[in-house]
C-alpha cells in the first residue's frame, strides 16, 4: 500500500485520475492523505496549492473540504462525500455517489448516479444508467440525457430533464421557478396538496390527474393545461408514455360536518415553532461552549508539548478553524430541520383549512337537497404523506421530555405532521 501526506492551504485545487475505484472525502485538514490499495505506485506533482494525482489502482484521498476539486477520469466506481468546493466529474466508468458535496457537474457516468443533500446546484451531462438526486439546494440541470430512470426529490432551484426512461418526481413548485420534464417512458408527478403552479402537459399518451378540486372529463388528452392555485410555478411535461399527476388528498369525509381548525392549533403551532427556534439557540449556544472548552483544553496542552510558539500558534489557528467550520455545519443542518419542520406544519394547517371549507360546502348542499336524496360519499383515500423525519420527532419529544408542550400536544402536532 501506498501512503502519502500532503501540506496544503484551506483550499487547494486538486486534479485526479485513478486507474481504479476511488473514495474521497473532505476534513478539516489542511492536509491530502492518498492511500493506494494494490502494490502500484501514484504519481502526485504538487506545485505551490495546485496537486495532481494520478493513481494507477483503488484510491482512498482525503482533502481539505473547501478543496477545488476536478476528476478527469475514474476507471471503476467512485464515492464522493463531505465536500464544499466546486466538484467537477469529467468521466466515470462504474457507479457515481455524491453526498454532502457542493456545486457540482458531472459530464458522463456509464453506470447509475445517487446525489444527496447537494449545498448548490447539480449540473448533468449524459447517465448511462439509473439516477436518484435528492434535496438539491439550487438548479438540476441535465444537458444531455439520463439513460435509464430517474427518480428526483426536492429541488429548491430550475430544473430541466431527459431521461430514456421513467421519471418520477416528488416536489413543491417555488414562485417563479421553472420545471421541464421530458421522458420516453412514463411520468409520475406527486404535488403538496398546496401547490401553485401552471402546469403544461403539452406530449402524452394518456393523463391521469388526482388532486382534490380538479375536475377533470376522461379521458385527458395532450395537449392539455391545468392551474393549481395561484400559478406561481411553470411546469411542463413530455412524454412518450402516461403522465400521472397526483396530490396528497385531504380527508373528504362528508360526515364531520363541525369540522373547524380552531385556534387551538394555530396557538399550538405558533408555540410549537417558537420553542423549535429556542432549542436550535440553545443547541448552537451549547455547541459554542463546547468549541471554546476544547479550545481552553488544546491550549493548556500545546503550552506543555515543548513546541515552539510558532508552531503552537499555527496548530490551535487550525483547529480554530475547523471548530468553526464545523459549527456552521452544525447550525445549517438545524436551520434546514427547522425550516422543514415549519413547512410541514403549515402543510398540516391548510390541509385542516382545506378539509373545513369541504364540510362546510357539505353542509350547505345537505340544507338545500330534499330530505329524500341520498348522498353518495366519495370512497376515504388513505394520504400518501411524508413520514415525520427522525430529526422532527426528536424534536417533538425533547420538548415533551423539556415539559415545553404536553403529551396530548405531542400527539396532536404528530398526527398533524403524518396528515392524519
Not at 430533464?161 to 417512458?185: E, M, Q
Not at 459549527?327 to 378539509?355: F, H, S, W
Request: hydrophobic residues 35%.
Amino acid at each position: 500500500m501506498d501512503k502519502r501526506i500532503l501540506t496544503t492551504s484551506e483550499s487547494p485545487t486538486v486534479n485526479l485520475r485513478v486507474n481504479g475505484d476511488l473514495l474521497l472525502k473532505g476534513w478539516d485538514k489542511n492536509e491530502i492523505l492518498l492511500k493506494i490499495s494494490g502494490e502500484e505506485d501514484a504519481s502526485i506533482d504538487q506545485t505551490d496549492d495546485h496537486v495532481d494525482i494520478v493513481a494507477q489502482d483503488n484510491c482512498n484521498l482525503r482533502v481539505p473540504s473547501s478543496a477545488v476539486v476536478t476528476i478527469d477520469s475514474i476507471d471503476g466506481n467512485a464515492t464522493i462525500k463531505s465536500l464544499e468546493g466546486v466538484l467537477t466529474v469529467k468521466l466515470v466508468s462504474g457507479d457515481l455517489v455524491l453526498r454532502a458535496v457542493g456545486e457540482s457537474k458531472v459530464e458522463t457516468v456509464n453506470g447509475n448516479l445517487i446525489a444527496k443533500n447537494i449545498a448548490g446546484g447539480l449540473r448533468l451531462g449524459t447517465i448511462n444508467g439509473n439516477a436518484k438526486a435528492r434535496d438539491i439546494q439550487e438548479d438540476f440541470l441535465v444537458d444531455s440525457v439520463i439513460n435509464g430512470n430517474l427518480k428526483l426529490e426536492d429541488v429548491d432551484g430550475d430544473i430541466s430533464v431527459s431521461v430514456n426512461g421513467n421519471l418520477a418526481i416528488r416536489l413543491d413548485p417555488s414562485p417563479g421557478k421553472s420545471y421541464r420534464f421530458n421522458a420516453d417512458g412514463n411520468i409520475l408527478c406527486r404535488l403538496p396538496s398546496d401547490a401553485s403552479a401552471e402546469i403544461r402537459i403539452i406530449r402524452a399518451a394518456k393523463i391521469s390527474v388526482r388532486i382534490p378540486e380538479v375536475e377533470t372529463s376522461s379521458p385527458i388528452q395532450a395537449p392539455y393545461n391545468l392551474t393549481l392555485g395561484d400559478g406561481d410555478g411553470e411546469m411542463e411535461f413530455s412524454a412518450g408514455g402516461d403522465v400521472f399527476l397526483i396530490s396528497q388528498p385531504s380527508d373528504w369525509a362528508l360526515e364531520d360536518f363541525e369540522v373547524d381548525i380552531g385556534e387551538d392549533f394555530e396557538s399550538m403551532a405558533e408555540t410549537i415553532g417558537e420553542q423549535v427556534s429556542q432549542q436550535v439557540e440553545a443547541h448552537m449556544e451549547m455547541l459554542e461552549q463546547q468549541i471554546e472548552a476544547q479550545m481552553g483544553n488544546l491550549s493548556k496542552v500545546l503550552s506543555t508539548s515543548g513546541l515552539s510558539a510558532e508552531k503552537a500558534e499555527r496548530i490551535a489557528q487550525h483547529a480554530k478553524q475547523a471548530s468553526e467550520r464545523a459549527g456552521i455545519r452544525a447550525q445549517e443542518k438545524m436551520r434546514r430541520a427547522q425550516e422543514k419542520l415549519e413547512r410541514k406544519l403549515e402543510a398540516a394547517r391548510r390541509r385542516a383549512e382545506m378539509k373545513a371549507r369541504a364540510a362546510e360546502r357539505a353542509a350547505r348542499d345537505r340544507r338545500r337537497r330534499p330530505e329524500s336524496y341520498q348522498w353518495s360519499q366519495p370512497p376515504r383515500t388513505k394520504p400518501t404523506t411524508e413520514p415525520v423525519s427522525e430529526e422532527e420527532r426528536m424534536m417533538i419529544l425533547q420538548m415533551l421530555e423539556q415539559g415545553k408542550i404536553s403529551i396530548e400536544e405531542a400527539e396532536q402536532l404528530l398526527t398533524a405532521l403524518e396528515g392524519k
